[in-house]
T-cell receptor, first 115, second 112 residues
Framework: GAVVSQHPSRVICKSGTSVKIECRSL??????MFWYRQFPKQSLMLMAT?????????EQGVEKDKFLINHASLTLSTLTVTSAHPEDSSFYIC???????????FGNGTRLTVT | ELKVEQNPLFLSMQEGKNYTIYCNYS?????LYWYRQDPGKSLESLFV?????AVKQEGRLMASLDTKARLSTLHITAAVHDLSATYFC????????????FGAGTRLTVKP
């Protein structure tokens, strides 16, 4: 079945540094990928929609200059958290649909801890 | 704005009992998804409900969708400990996209 690979699964970084998270669709092409953030014991919140060949679409309240999204190819989207702060510590999950109506395929998530 | 409301948010059950989780949403949608999340893990797809009246069953879980009432249910039959997890329903913003609005989640604990 379709698989979405997300890397790294866990990262710890210091305040002020940047962290890049990769999301790859392994056996299908994804012109669109979605980035979600989940704080402990809370639901998933959509941060942005990554579009291959065009700019990402950000949800209200999400800083596009802080959370840089690049959809480099039909199988790869990256999320870079720039100048990370402790409040950015969260579980970041990417997802991609392989066709309309099918369940989204989720990556395994990246747990970011900013110290 | 699309709102997705789940209840209950917390559910503690005894093994062998039945219970239903409810998911209400605020705008028209003919699709609804149910996911399971174990602690520290990502989401696992449980059900895709694509039309009014859709009913799907997998093991001890059964999901249904009433698009007119904007309501989906996830029914648990004869719960077992392995079902302990957080369950989310999700509704897409639009038919052509798959950007989801998730419910708050129902944290289910099944006790022996």
């Amino acid at each position: 079945g379709a698989v979405v690979s997300q890397h790294p699964s866990r990262v710890i970084c210091k305040s002020g540094t940047s962290v890049k998270i990769e999301c790859r669709s392994l056996d299908f092409q994804a012109t669109t990928m979605f980035w979600y953030r989940q704080f402990p014991k809370q639901s998933l919140m959509l941060m942005a929609t990554s579009n291959e060949g065009s700019k990402a679409t950000y949800e209200q309240g999400v800083e596009k200059d802080k959370f840089l999204i690049n959809h480099a190819s039909l199988t790869l989207s990256t999320l870079t958290v720039t100048s990370a702060h402790p409040e950015d510590s969260s579980f970041y999950i990417c997802s991609a649909p392989d066709r309309g109506g099918s369940p989204l395929h989720f990556g395994n998530g990246t747990r970011l801890t900013v110290t | 704005e699309l709102k997705v409301e789940q209840n209950p948010l917390f559910l503690s059950m005894q093994e062998g009992k039945n219970y239903t989780i409810y998911c209400n949403y605020s705008t028209t949608s003919d699709r609804l998804y149910w996911y399971r999340q174990d602690p520290g893990k990502s989401l696992e797809s449980l059900f895709v409900l694509l039309s009014n009246g859709a009913v799907k069953q997998e093991g001890r879980l059964m999901a249904s969708l009433d698009t007119k009432a904007r309501l989906s249910t996830l029914h648990i039959t004869a719960a077992v400990h392995d079902l302990s997890a957080t369950y989310f329903c999700a509704v897409p913003f639009s038919y052509n996209n798959n950007d989801m609005r998730f419910g708050a989640g129902t944290r289910l604990t099944v006790k022996p």
